[in-house]
């Protein structure tokens, strides 16, 4: 009972595809690090192990924490009529189905929302599955959203690896994949939220990340302490083989809360955006049967905001303002507003003028049980008969704080903070930084006094470009 697409209409962005590459050989040298400056101590807070030197690990694959829930693995080829596709990931769901989810894509296309050349062929390729567990146990492989469902025994729920065998209908194996999960780490949520790896953006392109503005690690963790402050009830966190080590000292303590769970996977690819399309939809089976709804594409500058009389993150309740019964919603569109960016010794929501008019592209939130498939700002599969429902902006908004597209090509060097685009004043969310500053303080555990210097020490650091990343691993 799944649906057609719904096509992203709007797709303005366009990444060519580039290879995968793989992990680490060697470990960075001392020096290596010193020069892209994202591993280096902190400066005044090095005594708290923060962003520290890392001497035994040589990538994020190394790193185990407590709230790992899998680990992905390389990307699995079947050919079907229309050419080569790919699995990029497997991810076990059990509940009242219970299935493993081959994750297809290809050529890196899972973030893009306009329908593929290769959908149709897919939905009509057959093929079985299998696994060593249960030599009586093949199943015929269901498409839906675009992807594979090989269906499972549900009594292996608590098993945390399942190695599933493709075949054609003669029994010609055609490949094989990796599933994990940990089955008792995950609990029940209202509202998850899929948070994609730090990376490397200049702006503009050719210039340094960011130009004079915060870097990604003090985005990062203001994003999601404000989040957490407000009680969004769990967060997705996503690496990849060449997200820099120094993050793993700023998810920690969130991880360690309880309030976070890892997904990592063991590739990288030099688009962001073919990494974010892979997390988006990856995160949509991880969270079935344990939230029922899910911010999948929300940036770590854009602010889920209630201004009105519904609580935060009371999706229900926004429903019943807006008249609509919770089984006809696919997902709830949040509309945006642009803020200007904050200078970096302050926090980004201390920003008190934005853009006179929404962006067109709104962000979801999804309702899990509709959905199968994801792009970054619309839906390319749900269930028949549900839709997208836009949120009056009275009720639910997306505060998005970035610098205007327009800036992206000019010389940083002569940007002064002003955003002439950025004409009409709006206190925002900047009277709640004395709330954000004294939970960090808490979080990291460090003096409220103290955050400010902890934030712009942050706000200077910035990981290894796409490029040197993926240097690593070649």
């Given at each position: 009972d799944v649906s057609g697409c719904q096509n992203d209409s709007a797709e303005l962005l366009q990444v060519?595809?580039?290879?995968?590459?793989?992990?680490?050989?060697?470990?960075?040298?001392?020096e290596t690090r010193a020069s892209h400056g994202a591993l280096?101590?902190?400066?005044?807070f090095e005594h708290q192990n923060l962003m520290k030197k890392d001497v035994m690990m040589t990538s994020m694959s190394d790193w185990y924490s407590s709230r790992d829930l899998a680990r992905v693995g390389k990307l699995q080829n079947i050919t079907i009529s229309s050419g080569t596709v790919q699995i990029f990931s497997a991810v076990p769901v059990f509940g009242e189905e219970s299935y493993i989810a081959l994750l297809v894509e290809q050529e890196g296309d899972a973030w893009r929302g306009k329908p593929r050349d290769w959908w149709p062929a897919l939905d009509a390729f057959v093929m079985f599955c299998s696994?060593?567990?249960?030599?009586?146990?093949?199943?015929?492989?269901?498409?839906?959203?675009?992807?594979?469902?090989?269906?499972?025994?549900r009594e292996d729920w608590r098993s945390k690896q399942f190695h599933v065998v493709l075949e054609d209908n003669d029994g010609k194996k055609l490949g094989s994949v990796v599933a994990e999960h940990e089955p008792e780490l995950l609990g029940q949520y209202t509202t998850m939220a899929c948070v994609r790896d730090i990376f490397y953006l200049p702006v503009p392109r050719s210039k340094v990340q960011g130009g004079l503005f915060s870097g990604p690690f003090k985005q990062w963790i203001e994003w999601m302490e404000w989040s957490a402050m407000h009680g969004l009830d769990h967060f997705l966190i996503y690496t990849f083989e060449g997200?820099?080590?120094?993050?793993?000292?700023?998810?920690?303590?969130y991880l360690d809360a309880g309030i976070a769970s890892r997904v990592h996977f063991q590739s990288y690819h030099r688009s962001n955006l073919v990494r974010f399309g892979r997390l988006m939809n990856d995160?949509?089976?991880?969270?079935?049967?344990?939230?029922?709804?899910?911010?999948?594409s929300v940036d770590v500058?854009?602010?889920m905001v209630f201004p009105g009389r519904v609580k935060y993150f009371n999706w229900d309740h926004i429903l019943k303002e807006q008249g609509v019964s919770e089984d006809k919603v696919a997902s709830l569109e949040l509309a945006r507003v642009r803020f200007a960016r904050a200078r970096p010794e302050t926090f980004e929501i201390s920003s008190d003028h934005r853009v006179p008019s929404f962006d067109e592209r709104p962000k979801q939130v999804i309702n899990v049980e509709n959905v199968y498939r994801t792009s970054i700002h619309w839906l390319t599969c749900s269930k028949n008969g549900t839709e997208m429902i836009h949120v009056d902006s009275k009720l639910a908004i997306i505060n998005h704080y970035r610098m205007p597209e327009a800036m992206w090509k000019v010389d940083y060097e002569h940007f002064n903070f002003q955003d002439r685009y950025a004409t009409m004043k709006d206190e925002g969310l900047s009277k709640e930084t004395p709330l954000l500053e004294t939970a960090l303080a808490k979080r990291f555990n460090i003096q409220t006094a103290?955050?400010?210097?902890?934030?712009?020490?942050?706000?200077?650091?910035?990981?290894?470009?796409?490029d040197i990343a993926a240097a690593h691993h070649s």
């Open positions: 060519a595809f580039l290879p995968e590459t793989f992990p680490f050989k060697e470990a960075r040298s001392e280096d101590p902190i400066g005044a696994g060593p567990g249960h030599p009586g146990h093949r199943a015929q492989v269901e498409p839906r959203g675009h992807s594979w469902m090989c269906p499972w025994p997200t820099d080590l120094a993050t793993k000292d700023l998810m920690k303590p995160c949509i089976f991880r969270a079935k049967n344990h939230a029922k709804w899910l911010a999948t500058d854009e602010y103290d955050v400010k210097d902890f934030l712009k020490n942050l706000a200077q650091r910035h990981p290894p470009a796409a």
